[in-house]
């Protein structure tokens, strides 16, 4: 019997997470954060603020700190309860570091230079960039295997990598004759906005570190930002689709129509339905107040989380102990089976 068939007993537990790299945006949102609210109420949950992954690129130590408590605000401002779910940051539990170096001798050379998001981030630049950059993946494989997690809700971007995870987890039962062991995660992928495109180019995703303020609605921005970026949009001179293969044919679109029906909790089929024919002088005003109506609310309560920081600690140092208490007996048998001394 394979380890996928296995599936031995085990509770079931979410971890995901996201990087204090600043510029919080509507993708992260859509394809993650929004998407952990549900979940904390079906599993136990845990959300990270991945900082170790964050300095794989360079930092300002004085805004990385500033940066960890904005995505811990945005998680708590999102809907996430600090008492149902655990939320803490990642270098405060040091399970991570420690496994995600089994797991760097664990993975292979060739596994990781296939990793697209590597190839994107480093570009024509591989030689200059980290270490740490091209070991993401196995510390990302630490992060969900140091809980046993079982499922991770993700950006479609994350794929691949939860992908070497699974092959990490199975490898390492393998090769230490711990049969099902590690869990094999299984990424949960949303239907709608799993891959939010930047706004101003539809052939690549919405992200933090586009300079152009243009690409991308950040939670932080004011509605006057808001409208202004989805106006400015790009689209072209045609009226909405009527058909889904019409719009599958017209990236930007399809784009706005998937942000459209995240945020209204429909399909793109029923957002076409709605505006077949119709210009975008109806549609972007359209879905602008829609973004303000449900972005506000985040908006605001993220400013209050920030403003009033010592909440903020309290849950992450709070959350670190509770991490820190299902890692450490996970990480004590991983040495054993590995054969360190203790
Ligand atoms: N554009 C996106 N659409 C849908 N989901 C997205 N995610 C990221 N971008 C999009 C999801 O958000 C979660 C946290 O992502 P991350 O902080 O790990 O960073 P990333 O994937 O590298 O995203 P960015 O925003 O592009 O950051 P930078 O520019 O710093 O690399 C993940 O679940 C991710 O899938």
Redesign the pocket.
Known sequence: MSEEQEKPKRPQRIF????P?ANI?L??Y???IKRFVPLQYEMESIFCV?DM?AITVPQDPKKLVLQTREVAAAYLAAGIDPEKSIVFVQSNVSAHAELAWILNCVARMGWMERMT?FKD?AGENSERVSLGLFAYPALMAADILAYHATHVP?????KQHLELARDVAAKFNNDFKAKGFFPLPEPLIGKE?????NLQDGSK??????PAELSRINLTDDADTISKKFKKARTDQFPMPETMDELKARPEVDNLVGIYAALAETTKEAVVAEFAGAGFGLFKPKLADLAVEKLAPVNAKMRDYMDNHDHIDKILREGAERANAIAAPILKKTKELVGFFS
């Not at 993700?154 to 994350?158: A, N, S, W």
């Open positions: 995901s997470g996201v990087q790299t945006h993708g992260n859509l394809g993650a991945v992954h998001q981030k993700v950006g479609e971007d994350q906005a799993a891959r939010v495109m995703k919405m992200s933090k570190s586009d």
